[in-house]
């Protein structure tokens, strides 16, 4: 089946613990992609990669990481996370970019205290 | 600055009537939109797009209409089902200088009542 997967699906932790959300596809897209979905504020585009060892910033990239190492994968890290980061993650990809349609996963909800 | 905006957050319909998302624009480089429909506890899911060199697209129900003039972009449901029930999001892309970016409005939610 199809799907891009995404763990832990919830987190609780404490500001400046350092952490990783995993994302995967299995659809051999090109393109990936996180987003933060916060209330009032839709999806906001934090990193995308339109492939293996090419990534950038989308609109709020301040207090994240990402890498690309492999076709298939593509973690999103907090350094040091802080309770402004609180907030429900979406991982997608795509085969042809953000024009085409994006595949998204089921969302990590994210709690920092 | 809000490049995308829904200024709805909310729309009620009654079922088997019409359901019109409205979404507009301010970056006229903008050469794709893009509409995703989102339900409670899942991720966002593709509907249907429309490229700037178009002024509608059509998919079984769901049409979306595109008045660049205006930089206004609407989906339009015909008829709304109660399985319609859900939050929209438009999307924006721009080839130009903009790599991969894509800039969601801040969503509307349907409610359709049978």
């Known amino acids: 089946e199809a799907q891009v997967t995404q763990n832990p699906r919830y987190l609780i932790t404490v500001t400046g613990k350092k952490l990783t959300v995993t994302c995967s596809q299995n659809?051999?897209?090109?393109?990936m992609s996180w987003y933060r979905q916060d209330p009032g504020l839709g999806l906001r585009q934090i990193y995308y990669s339109m492939n293996v060892e090419v990534t950038d910033k989308g609109d709020v990239p301040e207090g994240y990481k990402v890498s690309r190492k492999e076709k298939r994968n593509f973690p999103l890290i907090l350094e040091s996370p802080s309770p402004n980061q609180t907030s429900l993650y979406f991982c997608?990809?795509?085969?042809?970019?953000?024009?085409?349609?994006?595949?998204f996963g089921p969302g990590t909800r994210l709690t920092v205290t | 600055d809000q490049q995308v905006k829904q200024n709805s957050p909310s729309l009620s319909v009654q079922e088997g009537r019409i359901s019109i998302l409205n979404c507009d624009y301010t970056?006229?480089?903008?050469?794709?939109f893009l509409w995703y429909k989102k339900y409670p506890a899942e991720g966002p899911t593709f509907l249907i797009s429309?490229?700037?060199?178009?002024d509608k697209n059509e998919d079984g129900r769901f049409t979306v209409f595109l008045n660049k003039s205006a930089k206004h972009l609407s989906l339009h449901i015909v008829p709304s089902q109660p399985g319609d029930s859900a939050v929209y999001f438009c999307?924006?892309?721009?080839?130009?200088?903009?790599?991969?970016?894509?800039?969601f409005g801040q969503g509307t939610e349907l409610s359709v009542k049978p």
């Open positions: 999307a924006a892309f721009t080839f130009y200088n903009q790599g991969g970016k894509l800039i």
């Open positions: 997608a990809s795509s085969l042809g970019g953000p024009a085409y349609e994006q595949y």
């Open positions: 429309i490229s700037s060199i178009k």
């Open positions: 659809m051999n897209h090109e393109y």
């Open positions: 970056n006229s480089m903008f050469d794709y």
